[in-house]
């Protein structure tokens, strides 16, 4: 669900489904479901050079951003979000496992608005999350939420977005995370607020499922071409914006204030000026 409450009211609500899946277990579900591959091709897969891609650079680091440089690109994906919570001070320990909450590719294609990792250490306890959003322009920004962010059964979380997700939002507005702990169901809340204004609620909640071969197959067709139904249903509601006439901020707008974020666009990551030319 989506809603908009300023400069004018907007809301939307439509049917997803996400894969929960413990990354240690990726393979061991390579070989049991006929529907489903990990780092190769299906009707449904995960591949891990689609996610956390802390390898590379981070465009337009800010003074406190961190990188884990022990994590190359040819590493595993759990080692990687490792490598992430060490550079921030978690230690999941011996036994301590990861969980991904993501929309998987379907048919080869993959668009994420965003995906979390919920990260428990030795003892079953959920001790820190990272929410990894990605844009319409495929750049994306992990957002780190650890201990000091759990409350009794979710993890809390305001801070300065500086990320361009949609064109009617600006990027200097803040992220509010209210991200509970996956059991039977999945409730998470992202907000965006502008000083005290509270201007854009999003939600994701659901029961679970068993992942089955039979599960993947109903969802075939109860959610058909789901990647690019998600696609098509942004640039819908961002025309229905464009005609309600909310304003909007061009995404080359404001270069400075997009920062902290892998894979950047050629709209910011571009030279913008050209030295002087001499006859």
């Known amino acids: 669900m989506h809603a908009r409450f300023l400069p004018k009211p907007h809301r939307f609500v439509y049917r997803i489904f996400m894969l929960a899946v413990d990354l240690d277990e990726l393979p061991a579900l390579d070989r049991r479901l006929h529907l489903f591959s990990f780092n190769g091709t299906n009707f449904y897969s995960v ?52 969980e991904l909450v993501t929309l998987p590719r379907i048919l080869g294609c993959l668009f994420n608005p965003v995906s979390f990792y919920f990260c428990y250490d ?11 959003v990605t844009n319409t322009f495929h750049e994306m920004k992990l957002f780190f939420l650890g201990p000091q962010t759990r409350g009794a059964s979710a993890f809390h979380l305001r801070t300065p977005k500086n990320f361009y997700v949609s064109p009617y939002s600006d990027v200097d507005v803040d992220f509010d995370f209210n991200l509970r702990v996956p059991s039977e169901k999945l409730s998470v809340q992202i907000d965006d607020y502008v000083g005290v204004n509270h201007t854009l609620t999003s939600t994701l909640a659901g029961p679970a499922r ?20 998600v696609i098509t249903l942004i640039h819908w509601h961002a025309l229905l914006l464009h005609l309600k006439k909310i304003p909007w ?15 950047p666009h050629a709209s910011i990551s571009r030279h913008h000026l050209t030295p002087p030319h001499h006859e």
């Open 47 to 98: 591949r891990e050079a689609d996610f956390l891609p802390t390898s590379e650079p981070l465009h337009n680091t800010s003074g406190d951003s961190l990188q884990a440089p022990s994590a190359t690109k040819l590493s595993s994906l759990k080692t990687r979000v490792l490598a992430f919570l060490s550079a921030r001070g978690v230690d999941l320990g011996a036994g301590g496992r990861v």
């Open 249 to 263: 901020f061009a995404k080359a707008a404001r270069t400075a204030d997009q920062r902290d974020l892998y894979r």
């Open 210 to 229: 068993p992942l089955t071969d039979t599960t993947l197959a109903w969802f075939l067709f109860k959610y058909p071409l789901l990647t690019l139904r």
């Open 122 to 132: 030795r003892t079953g306890t959920c001790v820190a999350s990272i929410a990894e």
